[in-house]
């Protein structure tokens, strides 16, 4: 059974950093994608960032140049460096996963992590 469990979120003021985590448990291969999505409410989910199985990277387009996505292979875990972090960043931020190369559609889910981003 895949499990996603996250870390990290909090609160900061706006031009700070946080550092999002997310550990995978129950892959016994290497060929599968993880991501991160966010939602603030009253708003639709949203992607933002995602990397393939062979390490290829994708950043939604607000978060390029903040955002750096990186994965430990060996610990299973995901990382989501936040940097010049501004209010609309605010929102509760998903780790997800699916058992594919390439992430089209993301079976499994984390609970989610809170960040909070003050002006």
């Known amino acids: 059974q895949i499990q996603l469990v996250e870390s990290g979120g909090g609160s900061v003021q706006a031009g700070g950093a946080l550092r999002l985590s997310c550990v995978a448990s129950?892959?016994?291969?290497?060929?599968?994608?993880m991501g991160w999505f966010r939602q603030a409410p009253g708003k639709e989910r949203e992607w933002v960032a995602s990397?393939?199985?062979?390490?290829?990277?994708r950043y939604a387009n607000s978060m390029k140049g903040r955002f750096t996505l990186s994965k430990d292979n060996a610990k299973h875990t995901l990382t989501l460096e936040m940097n010049t972090l501004k209010p609309e960043d605010t929102a509760m931020y998903y780790c997800?996963?699916?058992?594919?190369?390439?992430?089209?559609?993301?079976?499994?889910w984390g609970q989610g992590t809170q960040v909070t981003v003050s002006s």
């Open positions: 990397i393939d199985s062979d390490g290829t990277i």
């Open positions: 129950g892959y016994t291969g290497s060929t599968y994608c």
């Open positions: 997800a996963s699916d058992v594919d190369s390439v992430c089209y559609d993301y079976t499994y």
